[in-house]
């Protein structure tokens, strides 16, 4: 933050908040993260309205919903009205009954009726991150008529960099102007004289939002528009709300890969029985699938009493693998995440994995087998009379080792995806402890064949 100093926890709510009254929303927001909800609802209290909506308004800002439910009840409305529908929606989804409802009979007529048409939507699409604060024109009406009404509505709208005109007598949408053309048009022209030749794009608001991030990213979008089945416009889509829910989806994600649930609040908020039971399942569950690692080693334990010296490569032969299929997995979670493979292109993706998974498990079998000549000819190490076989059984159990993990940690992804599951639930240690088992048989099974009839 700026120049604000740590906070005293002496300093007053009221010296506080006009300390913090002409810094910038964002650093007003680090500071509230920094107090308890009560405090933080007092200190909003003493913030002019305007900045106080507009810190409300920020994503960032932590327990939202405890700091509104302090609030006195004589002022929430005042609050909640000037805040986006869709900042409004997200925090009444936190807040638990009677509240909410206390709250939302506080709301004005349009807020109320916004609140509720996107509360109707699911949290993952794009109906439940749109707002339905935009600019909307008639086609009739000329630049400098939709430049006056911009002037009128902007502090009432979340954007006005993209203005929509709509049909005149069916209210569908037409065309899409930026304010940048708009400015640059002749004020008698009409307004559709500076749009776009070509329709706007616009989704559903039953849409996903990694197809509004697709769309926006793709076409360099400043708003997206969201449309009903009959080209009605119902809300848009920003670019800065886009970031905000796609960095939060990618939070979730990287949390996923490393094989426990997504954290619903920042790590230092999560109590610590969350914490435990967020990270306690999948930990049970990837110790439990390891315990088929010990009943492989188990089917083997001929071959160990009889060769100990197998036992030497048996962490490098598992690590090998787990890695090789962890890396593909995260390349597979990711391109099918921005669309740049499909569930059709699974065969595609196994042709170019396998060749790629002989060539990195050959790579790794020859740094094994020089370790393991070096070691024996500079008497580093004494792996008996059969060493050049045991180099042998090891270079070659790689080769199909880190084959099997890419293949697998590529596939995976697609199956996942295909049974309806997020295809980042396929973390790493998921994927390692698959690979883990496999492996032991594939480099037992190696070691009989080439072996046999020598140490086995």
Not at 64 to 83: T, Y
Not at 91 to 103: A, K, N, T
Not at 154 to 183: G, H, N, S, W
Not at 253 to 272: C, K, S
Request: net charge negative.
């Amino acid at each position: 933050m700026n120049d604000i100093a740590p906070h005293d926890v002496r300093v007053e709510p009221a010296a506080l908040a006009a300390r913090l009254s002409d810094e910038r929303a964002p650093d007003i927001v680090e500071a509230l993260n920094e107090e308890a909800p009560e405090v933080a609802a007092a200190i909003l209290l003493g913030l002019p309205m305007e900045r106080a909506i507009e810190v409300l308004d920020q994503p960032e800002l932590e327990c939202a919903s405890e700091i509104i439910e302090m609030l006195p009840r004589d002022r929430v409305a005042g609050f909640l009205s000037g805040m986006s529908a869709d900042r409004v929606t997200d925090v009444f989804r936190e807040i638990e009954e009677p509240g909410r409802s206390d709250l939302r009979a506080r709301l004005d007529a349009e807020t109320r009726g916004a609140v509720d048409r996107l509360s109707a939507y699911g949290e993952e699409t794009v109906g439940s991150l749109m707002t339905t604060e935009f600019v909307t024109v008639p086609g009739t009406w000329t630049v400098g008529q939709t430049l006056d009404h911009v002037r009128r509505v902007e502090k009432t709208r979340e954007t006005i960099y993209a203005i929509f005109v709509l049909d005149p007598r069916t209210r569908a949408l037409t065309k899409a102007v930026t304010l940048r053309r708009l400015i640059a048009g002749e004020p008698g022209a009409n307004v559709l004289s500076v749009a776009a030749g070509r329709a706007p794009l616009a989704v559903s608001p039953t849409a996903s939002r990694e197809e509004a991030a697709r769309l926006i990213s793709k076409y360099d979008l400043l708003a997206l528009p969201v449309v009903d089945a009959v080209g009605h416009l119902i809300g848009i889509v920003t670019v800065d709300d886009m970031i905000d829910a796609m960095v939060e989806k990618q939070t979730q994600d990287v949390q996923r890969f490393g094989g426990m649930e997504a954290l619903p609040e920042p790590y230092m908020d999560i109590g610590f029985l969350t914490m435990i039971r967020k990270r306690a399942g999948w930990l049970c569950a990837l110790f439990l699938s390891e315990m088929l690692t010990a009943s492989a080693m188990q089917g083997f334990e001929g071959e160990l009493e009889k060769a100990i010296v197998l036992t030497l490569f048996i962490p490098l032969i598992m690590s090998s693998g787990g890695n090789s299929g962890s890396q593909a997995t995260s390349l597979l979670i990711r391109a099918l995440a921005l669309h740049q493979i499909r569930l059709r292109d699974w065969w595609r993706v196994a042709l170019r994995e396998l060749p790629t998974g002989i060539v990195l498990g050959a790579i790794l079998g020859v740094i094994a087998v020089v370790r393991i000549v070096a070691w024996q000819k500079l008497g580093l190490y004494d792996y008996g009379p059969h060493w050049p076989l045991v180099a042998a059984t090891v270079g070659a159990a790689l080769v199909g080792i880190v084959t099997f993990g890419s293949l697998a940690g590529s596939m995976l992804p697609f199956l996942l995806q295909r049974i309806g599951f997020d295809p980042a639930t396929a973390s790493a240690p998921f994927v390692a402890t698959l690979v883990d088992v496999t492996g032991l048989v594939i480099y037992f099974s190696v070691a009989l064949l080439i072996l046999r009839g020598t140490l086995l």
